[in-house]
């Protein structure tokens, strides 16, 4: 049990804090254009392609050198094309107003978006983003490596952090459709392209670093050799969840 809160509140910081890519910029966009119902299925498709990546790192790619296949040029260029088009999509998608009885502005997409389509949309963006595959490849390689985690508890910690994960991204669904009734129709318009263009942007930064990262050996050396933040933050949580059993315990045992 204690390894499920564990595993949520480590999902819950690293969803606010590290969670700045293409997924959280069309998160955002979908809260803010479709309502929050349908950015709700947004992120179950992402949330279902993190659970459809970990499991497969856990068990069925348990055993292949990850870290090489995903720093691949062809994988890469796969992943920076499939983000570059999800930029270009969103930036070429047009709003129009109808004025409701209520008077206040009613935003509708030039041709209806449905909720599995959205799904399907979060699932493909996440999964094929190579980065979050090295992103899930860092945690777990940490925690089997450097916590010797059992293989029920490593199960169980991340279950909690992909619950805690799903429901901070619900959260941010809710929080990014309020702001509906500010957008008019030429503000979301010109939100999309914004949008459009960071994961255009975003897409050419995967293109570069694979290239980088496999053309110069100084970039190659600094990226496998500095940990990712998020692992060091795992590691704070569970030395200061131990160091709190630790103290309890020396409590119970002083006062027997």
């Known amino acids: 049990m204690m390894e499920f809160l564990i595993g949520i509140f480590c999902g819950l910081l690293l969803s606010l804090f590290f969670s700045v890519g293409p997924a959280f910029f069309s998160l955002i966009q979908n809260s803010i254009h479709h309502g929050f119902r349908k950015a709700v299925s947004f992120v179950a498709g ?9 499991l497969l790192i856990l068990t069925v790619l348990q055993n292949f050198d990850l870290r090489l ?3 691949n ?5 796969i992943g920076g094309v499939a983000v570059g088009v999800f930029g270009i999509l969103t930036y070429r998608s047009k709003v129009r107003k109808e004025h409701r009885k209520e008077s206040r502005l009613k935003f509708q997409v030039a041709s209806a978006t449905h909720h599995w389509q959205l799904l399907l949309s979060g699932f493909l963006l996440n999964a094929l983003n190579p980065l979050i595959w090295l992103y899930w490849v860092s945690i777990i390689t940490f925690l ?3 916590m010797e985690l059992p293989t029920a508890t490593r199960y169980i910690f991340f279950l909690g952090m992909l619950v805690g994960v799903f429901g ?3 959260l941010k669904c809710r929080m990014a459709s309020m702001l509906q009734t500010w957008f008019t129709a030429t503000r979301l318009n010109i939100f999309n392209k914004i949008t459009g263009i960071i994961l255009i942007v975003f897409s050419l930064y995967l293109l570069v670093s694979m290239v980088l990262y496999n053309c ?3 970039v190659r050396a600094k990226e496998d050799a500095s940990p990712s933040r998020s692992t060091r933050i795992i590691e704070r949580v569970h030395s200061m969840a131990h160091r709190d059993a630790a103290s309890a315990s020396d409590t119970v045992y002083y006062n027997e």
């Open 46 to 54: 992402v949330s279902l392609s993190d659970v459809t990546i970990v």
């Open 216 to 218: 110069s050996p100084k």
């Open 73 to 77: 040029v062809f994988v890469g260029g």
């Open 69 to 71: 296949l995903l720093h």
């Open 168 to 170: 901070t991204d619900v």
């Open 144 to 146: 089997s490596a450097e």
